[in-house]
């Protein structure tokens, strides 16, 4: 049985058809892509998964369980963590400091701002943990709006990790950063990769077809295509395309 | 036996002008039926009516006389809401779902199917650089594969886009003045002198070229 199971997902808002019917069944550890063009889908159909926009009709099991239609935050509690396309983090608090009131044990405790700031050490010292697995162990103390564009790509992540989520779902993490960020945080994912479950959204067409284990391609609403990146490139017009280059 | 997947049987639309007297400033006519699962190509000029042909096979407008039988049932007589079950229709990248709403949904019937059986794709927005193109097609193909009829609506305006329509297409319908016209392959579409009148003669060139079994642009 797949770690996401997810059957038929229909959404609409009044008269427009956002989507179709999304069926997608990812195993654990796997490292599945979504591709396809803008105004496909792709983000509309994350918030179904991590429970932010309910589905017209359609189920979402998560390791068996059904959880069409719970909250976001009830799904995030089972183990689903995202990031966003548009970067949410907290400017004035240091990279420490977002990853720890992140921390499902300091977000049980409830927010208290005479803790938030210097903090409990057991949390202190599992937020730098996880800073160092994106490879901000010495930017702990950097305040987030001081970070620079590809760090605060990297914070973005290590808050979805410090929620030590099973299923990691990523919305154009390369989005706005250069050739050399994007090698970081393909060195980053690749780390990752096998780890948790994955779910990427991604434009960048290099980054995902070296590192996704199959890949889906929405459009209309629907999956279009799907398979392991070397089997997508077998198409003829692939081949004749930009996408080929990556064969 | 199965219903025809889909028949439009003496379709009229005329669209008039003036209250009083009204006088018809367009009429669309197409009497077709096609029985088995296909992928059709539908070319033609715009203002010829091929969108009013879509409207009509989905159900969005309503016709001045006639039926459109999706997989045996009056499309028109299907609750607006379930009508895409029958035939759905997406223009460019977004879907279409609106619907000329004449009768009360409550007089109306329920779909018979969960998921559509006709797909139309109005012009949707290929190009040659991102490599979607190949799975679209290889989409269309597995539409067909699970019975269902796929009309694909082109405008050609570059070789290669002869060389999709060649390729995916099993049957054209040829949409001019309001006239549908059915041509089993692309070489008879080919001969059709209003279709090398629509193409222009570069593309005609390119559809000969096409036809003659030569790639129309070298890879």
């Known amino acids: 049985m797949a770690l996401i199971e997810v059957a038929g997902i229909h959404v609409r808002f009044g008269d427009r058809v956002v989507l179709e019917s999304i069926d997608l069944a990812v195993p654990e550890g796997e490292f599945h892509g979504l591709m396809g063009p803008n105004g496909a889908g792709k983000t509309t159909f994350f918030n179904v998964l991590t429970g932010r926009v309910r589905p017209s009709r359609g189920s979402i099991r998560l390791d068996g369980e059904d959880v069409t239609g719970l909250g976001s935050h009830r799904i995030a509690a089972k183990g689903v963590a995202r990031s966003f396309q548009i970067m949410t983090l907290f400017d004035d608090f240091t990279a420490r400091e977002n990853v720890m009131v992140g921390l499902p044990g300091f977000r049980a405790r409830g927010f208290d701002m005479r803790h938030a700031a210097d903090g409990d050490h057991g949390f202190a010292k599992e937020a730098s943990e996880v800073l160092t697995t994106v490879g901000l162990a010495d930017k702990g103390d950097v305040r987030a709006k001081d970070l620079s564009y590809g760090d605060r790509r990297a914070l973005e992540i290590a808050v979805a990790l410090g929620q030590n989520p099973r299923v990691l779902c990523l919305d154009e993490p390369t989005s706005g950063l250069g050739s050399d960020g994007v090698r970081r945080l393909a060195a980053l994912v690749g780390r990752l990769k096998g780890k948790l479950t994955i779910v990427a959204i991604e434009h960048d067409m290099e980054f995902l077809f070296s590192l996704a284990d199959r890949i889906s391609v929405i459009h209309w609403g629907q999956v279009v295509a799907r398979g392991a990146p070397h089997e997508l490139q077998q198409n003829e017009w692939v081949k004749r395309s930009n996408l080929g280059r990556f064969a | ?219």
Request: hydrophobic letters at 40%.
């Open chain 2, 1 to 219: 036996m199965a219903s025809p997947l889909l028949v439009l049987d003496h379709v009229r639309k005329v669209y008039t002008r003036g209250r009083l007297v009204r006088h018809p400033t367009f009429t669309l006519k197409a009497d077709l039926e096609i029985d088995q699962p296909s992928i059709i190509g539908v070319v033609g000029p715009n203002g010829a009516g091929k969108t009013t042909l879509f409207e009509m096979m989905t159900g969005s407008n309503t016709p001045s006389s006639g039926h459109v039988y999706v997989a045996g049932t009056d499309i028109h007589r299907v609750k607006y809401r379930e009508r895409d079950r029958l035939a759905i229709h997406y223009h460019q990248s977004y879907q279409v779902r609106r619907f000329r709403k004449l009768v009360p949904s409550v007089l109306l019937e329920k779909s018979p199917t969960s998921a559509p059986m006709v797909h139309l794709f109005d012009e949707p927005q290929f190009n040659l650089q991102d490599g979607y193109i190949g799975f679209m097609l290889d989409f269309f193909r597995k539409l067909r594969a699970e019975g269902r009829l796929v009309v694909l609506c082109l405008h050609p305006t570059a070789t290669w886009h002869l060389e999709v329509l060649a390729e995916i297409a099993e049957q054209y319908l040829l949409v001019v003045d309001g006239g549908v016209t059915r041509h089993p392959d692309f070489a008879a579409l080919t001969n059709q002198a209003r279709f090398r009148n629509y193409l222009g003669a570069e593309m005609t060139r390119a559809a000969d070229a096409l036809c003659a079994g030569r790639r129309a642009v070298p890879s």
